[in-house]
């Protein structure tokens, strides 16, 4: 009886071993239809492609969620002069305004989580990135010296927000934390800064929480589930030094998530 026992140990121990190596799979998630999301390159599509619940249905053809949404205080969406066909808000140099992005997450991330912003950053009244380019936080003196400042920065907040299948427990919003790079410290993803520049695409590695732990804002972390939700909130400060503009496609979120946990919405 004792070796049939162990028998069967060893070979559930294969098949869970088998199935977590096997049972992962790259995602992202935007807001609305991902599979329509206008910076989407050659690797989104393989994901698009191949991402595909019990059903035969690829997920991401499937992404619209009615808590999802873009809105800013910058203004209305106008032509990007940095990318053809793409719309998106001004905020000019010495404005402040806030872009807020939320997004659902369709599978369980068993990952980092990384957000990426992709830029439109130019000179004052420069409507060509080729030529016109900046870099936020950054200014040229009149006698030509470059500066930066800092506090002329955008600043990024990002929380996790519980959806209909959430972690037991996770009842409010936390904040994420983020790994800096290089190095991989950790710091808390609460009004932190980061800068961008021209039409260059910036990465933030984003913490996967877990529960029983503590984020470095002091709040409870519980494991993201597929249907919760990352609130990405950016603010462009009054001192800023460049013309600004983000639109509801900027933001991507990126991971590993777990096969089976797929969660769809309307097309």
């Keep these: ?17 088998s199935s977590a190596m096997a049972g992962n799979t790259p995602e992202f998630d935007a807001v609305g239809n991902d599979s329509l999301n206008y910076f989407n390159d050659f690797v989104n599509g393989m994901v698009i492609d191949n991402n595909v619940n019990t059903q035969g249905e690829k997920i991401n053809l499937l992404s619209n969620f009615r808590n999802e949404y873009f809105s800013t205080t910058a203004g ?10 793409y719309f998106s808000c001004l905020t000019p140099v ?4 806030t872009y807020e992005w939320q997004i659902v997450l369709q599978m369980q991330p068993e990952s980092d989580i990384d957000l990426n912003i992709v830029d439109c950053v130019l000179k004052h009244n420069e409507f060509n990135p080729f030529g016109g380019a900046e870099q936020t936080g950054r ?6 010296q470059l500066v930066f400042n800092p506090m002329a920065n955008p ?3 990002v929380e996790a927000i519980p959806g209909p299948y959430a972690t037991p427990g996770f009842v409010a919003p936390f904040y ?6 290089p190095g991989l410290d950790i710091v ?9 520049k021209a039409l260059w695409d910036e990465s933030i590695v984003l913490v996967m929480p877990e529960s029983g732990l503590v984020n470095t804002a002091g709040q409870a972390t519980y494991f993201l589930r597929q249907g919760d939700s990352l ?37």
């Design 231 to 267: 609130n990405v909130k950016v603010e462009i400060p009054g001192i800023n030094t460049a013309d600004v503009r983000y639109g509801r496609d900027n933001v991507i979120l990126k991971y590993i998530g777990v096969v089976y946990t797929e969660y769809v919405g309307s097309e």
């Design 155 to 157: 600043r990024v907040t």
């Design 188 to 196: 808390a993803m609460v009004n932190v800064p980061y800068t961008s």
């Design 176 to 181: 994420l934390d983020a790994r800096t790079i």
């Design 94 to 97: 010495y404005t402040s305004a």
């Design 1 to 17: 009886m004792k070796t049939i026992r162990m028998i069967i140990l060893i070979v559930c121990a294969i098949f869970v071993y």
């Design 139 to 144: 200014y040229r003196m009149p006698w030509g």
């Design 76 to 85: 209305q969406p106008a032509v990007d002069p940095c990318f053809p066909g």
